[in-house]
């Protein structure tokens, strides 16, 4: 159940209408927006029946949310949700300006890192993407360098600036991955992992969830609701194919879920072109469709050399080619009303991979 | 000259975190203390035949920390969300002290 309260409430008039709320034992989240205040009940909404919710003073309107998940419901925020990853000023994801996240797929040693963070903040990437742990089909296959990846993508930000996304597969990683990444992701295979989903709830760090292979939009809506439900609320949706009959591509990108989400929920969407085509030269055309459709960023996977790369060779862009989609989206981003980070050169020094070197 | 200034700030990080520690410890035993009279209620409450939670009662507690944190010019909204974990943690105190006071009563 969602209050609407008038504009310019006080505060006493909103404790009280909580109060009323919670003595009847359901829980109130508070959210304020530009014009009007929205408080979201959460519990046994039977119980309010006889509170009489609509008579108390600041009260506009008492609207039923009739969908099984409440916290991530459009209706439940004033505004849409603005995710801010990092410290400072940070990348925001889900205002304007549109979020990329861009690197390679696992972190494969310093220097590839190195080069392609350097490479895709260049070409005006906000967010940097790196797989510490890696989730594989086959258990004989390279499933990443672990905490020694996670150390090197703190380095690499520490050179670059840009913040660290980075997967979580188990319980048992989120304190370390939280020490180092300034943003958990949740991967498609672990989208309904309800243990790991609580789990990244409890830390405060951003979230990006993504919909798993066979996972329904209301599936995914709720898994979200999960992380909510633990007290956090910065988690991005990522849309990254699902698997159809279709084999041309790796999975099927289902561009129609891109608004039925942004209709459902004041959540982020984004979009992982890569994973959803599989093929280097079908991420240009997918990132188009996402910002056509109203994603509000994209995660594209850029290695310094796809043809070494010891996992997702096939879908991996050159920095060039990268660099060559993100000038042409410039066009579409455009036409959706959205604005781009501007290319943002930097001229990082590759460390040594020499142990001891630099220090004094 | 630099590295002084780097020695210098360490130091006063350091202190700082020493005295943080110092106040959670304080945190913790007003937290303790907290707990006993909890589980005094608890035991109360079963000797007068009442539940243990009590919805009212911990809205109104919330409300007024709510209230007296934004006297005090602390974000309220977290305030709340922090008592609502400390109203949870008492609330099993009182289950507990219910369970053993029932267990010794058989």
Redesign the interface.
Known sequence: MIIVTRPHITDAELDAIREAVERAGLQTHLSRGEHRTIVGCIGDERMLAEVGLATLAGVESVIPVLKPYRQVAREFRADPTIVVVGEGAGAAIGGNELAVIAGPCSVEGREMLFSAAASVRAAGATLLRGGAYKPRSSPYAFRGLGEEALALLAEVRAETGLPIVTEVMDTRQVDVVAEHADMLQIGARNMQNFALLSAVGDVRRPVLLKRGLSGTIEELLLAAEYILARGNDQVVLCERGIRTFETATRNTLDVGAIPVLKRETHLPVIVDPSHAGGKSWLVAPLSFAAIAAGADGLMIEVHPTPSTARSDAEQSLTPDEFTNVMTRLRAFAAAAGRTMAPPNVLHVNTPPDAVGAGAS | MNQQRDAKGAAAIESLRTRIEKTDDALLALLQRRMTLARGIGRAKLVAGLPV?D??R???V??RV??RA?ELGMP??EVR?LF?SVIALCRSEQIHARMSAARAAK
């Open positions: 939670l919805p009212a911990e809205a109104r919330v409300r709510a209230t934004r309220a909204e969300s609502w």
